[in-house]
């Protein structure tokens, strides 16, 4: 296409913007007739209303992120509602959502796909809005309990050490796991990567060997530098990485699959002394998250935070789904509320308690509780597994993926966990703001979390039903208000934009070229 014809394009496209608000701007403005005085009687125009737009999943399956009626709003009037959203009460910003990208998961996508179907995957999963625009992703450094076998990136003969990390190597990443990031940045190359240690390399261990066992005093330098390598390394191919943790649940020793026991103590000596003054003196700035364990142990990631010569260092805390309550990201946030909150592990699965799927339990506690406490971003497990659960090494033998993949067709289903996220992802944009609203989760069975989008004002609400039966929930916002019904057992995304005659001038400015207002901006 050349020039001419982008600029008679532009052209028609502000052409039919402006006529559109002309006609708008026309349908709310007073009539005139010559010689005839208006009618008293006659009401005024209405003001023009926005108008709500629904997703909804029900447990079963029957309904998945299925888009239904869109709901008419109406004046507020003076009447109670359920839920009362606040656009002005503004709290944590939104980084976003994603799953870890396992060994296993890699592996999978890389082996059991071709690449026509893997890139529609990564479309699919990273790809804005109509798709899941996942931007956060976990990394393992070394292997965890979904990998294939045991290893770290410095593996040299038992007896021996490498203090200077000659032999720190990535080859093990270099078939599978590299490449599969590298190609889901090309998709979407602002996602942002927690990475964590499953283990330190055998050699800097009490016990000699990535099972069990505890970092050695003397090591902790040469770990810090381990980690460090490991960002200069996959950066090196083009992958940057967003954040680490020091260590893996450091308040459990697995007995079959990598692990390291790491108090809050050492954690804080290897932050203050190593890790935070290396890294602060670099230019690509990597964050440090403390803890990447359950909500059940607040006082861990508190008694870090509580040590200043640590704290300074520690943008936020990682946590855990499998005990605890939601509520001690709460507890650490009003300790330390400049310091953020991250989800970055928490995976369903075929076990017992799972009769009904992970549809509820996934978009309540996780998602809608997890982030009413405070989470900027939520970090699911695996992003894919096969129909058995794996490849894993020890660990998890009933865990799902966000998808599972057919180990032997490569044939692609999505997960309860899939739905839920996109509950989330596809409609809470990066940047977005949390914003208050009524709780009703205990009272009315009816959870809810809801947010503005920055790019162009719209408002999104997420309602968990978790009652065997349909709830009516009146919403106000502003000088508007709606009644929706949730199905029993269900989710709803519920989308609308207060000012929807603002959106189209703020396109139109964007698309005459004005000063400061990007073209395409929404």
Request: charged share 20%; proline share 6%.
């Amino acid at each position: 296409m050349d020039e001419l014809e982008r600029s008679s394009e532009k052209v028609a496209a502000v052409f039919i913007a402006l006529m559109s608000l002309l006609t708008l701007a026309a349908l709310s403005a007073p009539r005139y007739e010559q010689e005839r005085l208006a009618d008293p009687k006659v009401a005024e125009l209405a003001p023009i209303m926005p108008t709500v737009d629904v997703w909804l999943s029900t447990t079963g399956g029957k309904l998945r992120l299925a888009p239904q009626p869109s709901v008419a709003m109406a004046a507020r009037g003076d009447a109670p509602v359920d839920i009362a959203i606040d656009v002005d009460a503004r709290y944590q910003t939104v980084t976003g959502f994603g799953a870890a990208m396992t060994d296993a998961s890699a592996w999978l996508i890389r082996n059991r796909l071709d690449e026509p179907h893997r890139r529609a995957l990564y479309q699919e999963l990273y790809g804005p809005p109509p798709n899941l625009n996942f931007n956060m992703m976990r990394l393992t450094i070394g292997a965890s309990d979904f990998s294939l076998n045991l290893y770290t990136l410095d593996d040299i003969p038992f007896g021996e050490s490498d203090t200077e990390l000659r032999y720190f190597n990535v080859a093990a990443n270099l078939d599978d796991l590299i490449p599969t990031v590298r190609e889901i940045l090309a998709v979407n190359p602002g996602l942002l990567i927690v990475a964590s240690p499953w283990s330190a390399p055998a050699w800097m261990k009490d016990s000699q060997n990535l099972i069990g066992g505890e970092l050695l005093p003397e090591y902790e330098s040469a770990f810090a530098d381990y980690l460090i390598k490991y960002v200069d390394t996959y950066r090196s191919h083009g992958i940057p990485i967003f954040a680490l943790t020091l260590q893996n649940e450091p308040a459990y020793s697995p007995i079959s699959y990598p692990g390291m026991l790491m108090g809050a103590s050492t954690r804080a000596r290897i932050i203050a002394n190593y890790l935070g003054p290396r890294l602060a003196k670099r230019k690509q700035r990597t964050r440090i998250l403390d803890w990447d364990h359950n909500w059940s142990h607040p006082e861990q990631p508190l008694a870090v935070l509580g040590d200043p010569a640590a704290a300074r260092y520690v943008d936020g805390v990682a946590w855990h789904c499998y005990e605890g309550s939601q509520h001690a990201q709460g507890r650490v946030h009003r300790e330390h509320p400049d310091k953020d909150a991250y989800i970055t592990e928490c995976s369903g699965g075929d076990w017992s308690l799972n009769m009904n799927g992970e549809l509820l339990w996934s978009a309540r506690n996780l998602l809608v509780t997890g982030m009413r406490q405070w989470a900027r971003g939520v970090i699911y497990w695996n992003l894919a597994l096969d129909e058995n659960h794996g490849p894993h090494f020890g660990g998890c033998t009933l865990c799902n993926g966000v998808i599972t993949i057919d180990s032997v067709s490569g044939e692609v289903t999505r997960t309860d966990e899939y739905y839920a996220l996109a509950h989330f992802s596809r409609f809470v944009l990066p940047g977005a703001v949390r914003v208050r609203s009524t709780d009703t989760d205990a009272d009315k069975g009816i959870a809810n979390v809801a947010f503005q989008n920055v790019s162009d004002d719209s408002v999104v609400l997420v309602m968990v039903n978790i009652r065997k039966e349909a709830r009516t929930v009146s919403v106000a916002q502003g000088q508007t208000r709606f009644q929706y019904t949730m199905p029993a057992e269900s989710v709803a995304t519920l989308t609308w934009n207060p000012n929807p005659l603002g959106v189209w001038m703020r396109r139109a400015l964007g698309w005459l070229g004005r000063p400061g207002v990007p073209a395409g901006t929404d």
